[in-house]
């Protein structure tokens, strides 16, 4: 499996069932059941590479206006629920945190705790086991405080400004 059909898997669940959390994640874990083994476990390690590719300071800044707040736990939850929405806003995301402010955004949809727990159970009902986890140290990018958010994000500083300082 490369990238593009990573994508294409995720996108199908995106389009089947949008902002639906629970459904979207079932949906995804039928299409993780219908790949090869082998597939299934390449959709693993793609899965974590994205998380690793979203996980910078940059984005935890703008889940952080978002959110009005933003642990670690929060934050992978949030990174997870960013892939669900399919390439072309993860990218646009990880390019442009502030392009989020442009989003519809539900914060339950947003901050879902839980797709990254489907992948893992689609992966495992199809190949037996998940690849071990490859998890990064350090958010990449430069780190932020509080009082920077609203010059580092204006657009969404602006449109959540009861979350900034």
């Given at each position: 499996?490369?990238?593009?059909?990573?994508w294409e898997v995720v996108q199908r669940a995106h389009d089947a069932e949008g902002t639906d959390m629970d459904r979207k994640g079932q949906v995804l874990k039928d299409e993780i059941s219908k790949l090869s083994k082998g597939d299934a476990l390449d959709f693993a390690?793609?899965?974590d590479a994205m998380m690793?590719?979203?996980?910078s300071f940059a984005l935890w800044g703008a889940a952080y206006v978002i959110h009005g707040g933003c642990g670690d736990d929060t934050f992978q939850d949030?990174?997870?629920s960013l892939i669900s929405r399919g390439r072309a806003a993860f990218e646009r995301a990880v390019s442009d945190p502030d392009s989020l402010a442009d989003e519809e955004?539900?914060?339950?949809?947003?901050?879902y705790e839980g797709y990254q727990y489907d992948v893992t159970e689609g992966v495992k009902a199809n190949a037996g086991s998940?690849?071990?986890r490859r998890i990064a140290d350090r958010?990449?990018?430069?780190?932020?405080?509080?009082?920077?958010l609203?010059?580092?994000?204006?657009?969404?500083?602006?449109?959540?400004?009861?979350?900034?300082v």
């Open positions: 499996m490369d990238e593009s059909h990573f390690d793609l899965f690793a590719k979203a996980y949030f990174r997870a955004i539900d914060e339950d949809a947003w901050f998940r690849p071990m958010p990449s990018g430069l780190d932020w405080n509080e009082p920077d609203r010059a580092l994000y204006p657009k969404l500083a602006t449109r959540f400004p009861h979350h900034v």
